[in-house]
């Protein structure tokens, strides 16, 4: 499950010195030394009970404008500072059942009731509220190749909430959680990790019955203009072609090698299949054999 950390103490800081010295520091949650810098400072901008107010009722004078200019994320979400050094800094809002806004999206909007890992790790602390109920498991990633419906080995670990002051570390590809709504609406504080690398690792969402992969769901826009440019363009599919064999990522091997097959009928779009399944990745050939399957 996620690392647990005691906040160190110290005095509450407000959110432009802690943006400050985030900036000045840059953030890096793989190392020990970075990881208790950035819980020193999470922890003192916890306990300054009036930055988020201040900020949400400025955002809101201001007409939003920042916050839709700034944030690639839901409505859920609340950037607090973004970095040109690889990090952000957001509030995350989590509603109850109760909540209007649970009820006009639903559970699926917020993550609950989806199993999941991340590929990329995080700071957080409760802020605000009772806070989100998860269940843990932990798996060791050396261990899959990331297969859909490749086993875990899932070990369940237990049920626990982000309450006011508490504070964890949640490790890139380690710590799988399925999120259940507060009792009421609550908020809590991250310190994200957003490198160049972050794009190109797979997320898991899992089925927690079966104890297996179920869906890989990061996808890179480039990925995506594949699909469209073996349609359009010779050059396109030139472009696919060489993805397909030599792009260092293997989904995007494996989604140029669906792209070409999209644009081909018959023979020629199970050879290309076929070439797949001769890949070195185990993800790409897996999913071949799946698409050459239907």
Known sequence: MP????????????????????????????????????????????????FLADSVVAALKASYADQLTLNLYSAQVFLLHRSARGFYLRANLWPSVRDAAYAA????????????????????????????????????????????????????VERSQLGEGKMMLYRAHRDIHSQLPPETLSVSLNIMDEGENIPWRDQYIVDIEAGTIARRPTLTSGEMLLRCAVHLTENGRDIAEQFAKAHPVPRVRANAIAALAAAAEGDERDAIFERGIMDADARVRDDCWRWLGR
Not at 115 to 122: C, K, L, M, Q, R
């Open 105 to 156: 999206s639903g559970p699926a909007t917020f993550a609950y009731g989806l199993p999941h890992d991340h590929n990329f790790s995080f700071l957080t602390a409760g802020y605000f509220g009772p806070g989100y109920v998860s269940d843990y498991y932990d798996y060791d990633p050396e261990a899959v190749d990331g297969r859909l419906g490749e086993p875990l080995d899932l070990k369940f």
């Open 3 to 50: 690392r647990l950390i005691d906040p160190p103490a110290g005095a509450a800081l407000d959110l432009a010195e802690v943006a400050a010295r985030l900036d000045e520091s840059g953030v890096d949650l793989s190392d020990e030394d970075g990881i208790a810098h950035c819980t020193a400072i999470l922890a003192g901008l916890a306990r300054n009970r009036d």
